[in-house]
């Protein structure tokens, strides 16, 4: 859909795989998991095209371009991935004493 209503094309790599790579350049001995999930459901439904647009990062003025958009991909398995790795989170940055 990127590509259809940005005219780019997204990366097709597995980006999960970069980020693995640079948090182990840091030195961080994380662990990840991949998982593939079933199909998302094709209904065409406000509240989808809203979540799409968002993602798109465009206005409501394209809210019929990616309803006709959504109705006319084929279903595609949706691939996630978790990385974690231990410690704590804080709000601040730690100080530099």
Do not use: C, K, N, Y
């Amino acid at each position: 859909m990127w590509e259809a209503i940005h005219g780019v094309a997204r990366p097709d790599r597995v980006v999960a795989d970069e980020i693995e790579g640079v948090i182990a350049a840091l030195g961080i001995d994380a662990a990840r998991e991949d998982v593939v999930l079933p199909p998302r459901p094709r209904d065409v439904t406000p509240d989808r095209v809203a979540f799409a647009r968002r993602r798109l990062l465009v206005g409501p003025e394209r809210d019929e371009e990616i309803a006709e958009l959504l109705r006319t991909l084929p279903p595609l398995e949706h691939r996630v991935a978790a990385i974690w790795w231990p410690g704590t989170a804080s709000a601040s940055p730690p100080s530099q004493a």
